[in-house]
């Protein structure tokens, strides 16, 4: 299985980046990831949160036309425990699922154009985060799972 997160704009903390690497690295010895960064929308202060969220669906839009599952990260999506969780990517990995598509919204969360191509939401805790912040809790917690899965000592009940 093929796993890959979609993100808007560059990160630019270069400590987060930095962590970001560190997980996506490890993250190759267990399945292919990739990470697809989308262009900043620009004039976005001249924007309403909707048309930033509709200008962001827009370009998110035509790299989800595939057979793979897409979910988006976002605070109201599905609570998992990180064995929840890595249990949910086995089954995933089991049940033949090609790809799973992990996307990451910009600061005003979704448009509901991404929401109805979507095959769920998950949450990565219920406090909110900076969408760059995300990118590397995601990592972490997706690399975690590979380990889980694996029965490797990285994760600790």
């Not at 997160?5 to 962590?19: F, H, N, R, S």
């Not at 997980?23 to 929308?41: A, C, E, G, N």
């Not at 109805?116 to 997706?142: D, N, P």
Request: glycine share 6%; hydrophobic share 40%; net charge neutral.
């Amino acid at each position: 299985m093929k796993i890959t997160l979609i993100v808007t704009g560059k990160t630019d903390a270069k400590w987060l980046q930095e962590g970001m690497e560190v997980y996506f690295k490890r993250l190759k010895h267990y399945l292919p990831f990739t990470l697809k960064v989308l262009p900043d929308i620009k004039n976005s202060r001249n924007l309403s949160q909707e048309q930033q969220k509709d200008m962001e669906a827009a370009q998110m839009l035509p790299h989800l036309e595939t057979t793979g599952e897409v979910f988006l990260l976002d605070e109201g999506g599905a609570d998992y425990t990180s064995r929840e969780f890595s249990a949910f990517i086995e089954k995933k990995m089991i049940t033949s699922c090609r790809e799973m598509i992990f996307v990451i919204g910009g600061p005003f969360g979704f448009s509901p154009k991404l929401e109805q191509v979507a095959s769920g939401k998950i949450s990565l805790s219920r406090l909110t985060f900076s969408h760059q912040m995300v990118r590397l809790l995601f990592a972490e917690q997706l690399y975690r799972a590979m380990t889980i899965i694996k029965g490797e000592s990285y994760h600790n009940d």
